[in-house]
């Protein structure tokens, strides 16, 4: 019975590895459309609510009451975090974070650095900012579920732009490496 | 060999426009006129943006900025063409009807950009 395992692993912990997706050399283009995918995806999510609410009306067949609650500028405001770390992400030179000290300046990496941690600040500040929205001004009021969509789409608004970035972010970092080496 | 695609292929055109425009006079709103236009430039990224993909001595995977741009806005017009009709009756501001024609021309017409520009590529590659 004891046949000896094809592909021995000795670092593998379960007896069935995880499946080995590869998508080749595509990788990266898959990438990137997926991050363009999920970055419009966002945006509409939260567009969705907007155009909703400026057309809000009763259910039919009860009388017409104004609706109670709109989509104003504050759920507007952690997406636009979002999208700003999104940018300041994004104009980082990759080659400076994974830390070759050996051409440029040392500094610079330092600098690099700093930039991707405030930019991430940035999208996580989104991300806290739109739960903050939809705790405090949707569910601790009480709206029915018709309003508090608008905060749920919010949050989706700023999860699905966080995994964009990151998705953006993988897939054009390790491109060039035959191996796949997930290091951020 | 190749008439008979092109013959197709405008046909096929022609009914994803179909289905665009009667989406929108049926109910008299011209509003899913847009996913239309959204379909059609949504290639023209790429296309503007393959040019830039660096010289003949960089490898053809390798990418760079610019390709890689013209890749994200071109995945983000594309979903907003299947995006924008769905907001819009989700919102009843067009019925679900016209939402469901809109997106079928509007893929439609991008499926035949798409198989166009896949078919007729060897063609082009010869002229270079």
């Known amino acids: ?184 | 060999m190749h008439i008979p695609a092109v013959i197709l292929l405008s046909f096929v055109l022609a009914v994803g426009f179909l289905l665009v425009i009667l989406s929108c006079a049926l109910w008299g709103n011209w509003l899913p006129l847009l996913v239309a236009l959204t379909f059609v430039l949504a290639p023209l990224p790429n296309a503007l943006f393959a040019r830039c993909g660096g010289d003949d001595f960089s490898t053809e995977y390798d990418g760079s900025g610019p390709v890689d741009l013209g890749r994200f806005i071109t995945a983000s017009v594309v979903v907003t063409g299947f995006a924008l009709p769905l907001v819009l009756a989700h919102s009843e501001i067009i019925a679900p009807g016209a939402c469901a024609m809109s997106i079928a021309g509007g893929s439609l017409v991008y499926g035949t950009i798409m198989a166009y520009s896949a078919t007729f590529k060897e063609e082009s590659s010869d002229f270079d």
């Not at chain 1, 990137?32 to 067949?61: E, Q, R, V």
């Not at chain 1, 992400?89 to 990496?109: C, H, P, T, W, Y």
């Not at chain 1, 991300?127 to 903050?132: I, K, M, P």
């Open chain 1, 1 to 184: 019975m004891a046949v000896p395992r094809h592909n021995y692993d000795p670092r593998r912990v379960c007896i069935n590895p995880f499946p080995n997706i590869s998508l080749g050399k595509h990788r990266r283009i898959i990438g990137i459309y997926l991050a363009g995918g999920l970055f419009a995806l966002a945006n509409w999510t939260f567009l969705d609510a907007a155009i909703l609410s400026a057309h809000a009306h009763s259910p039919y067949g009860e009388p017409e009451r104004p609706p109670p609650v709109h989509v104003g500028f504050v759920d507007w405001v952690p997406g636009l975090f979002s999208l700003l770390g999104m940018i300041i992400i994004n104009l980082i030179d990759k080659d400076r974070v994974q830390g070759n000290e050996g051409f440029g300046d040392s500094r610079a990496v330092w600098r690099a650095r700093l930039f991707l941690f405030i930019g991430f600040a940035f999208m996580a500040g989104g991300l806290a900012g739109s739960v903050c929205v939809l705790v405090l001004k949707y569910i601790l009021n009480h709206f029915p579920e018709q309003y508090t969509y608008y905060g749920y789409a919010n949050v989706s608004q700023n999860v699905a732009l966080m995994l964009s970035a990151i998705v953006l972010w993988i897939s054009q970092s390790v491109s060039t490496e035959y191996e796949y080496t997930l290091s951020i």
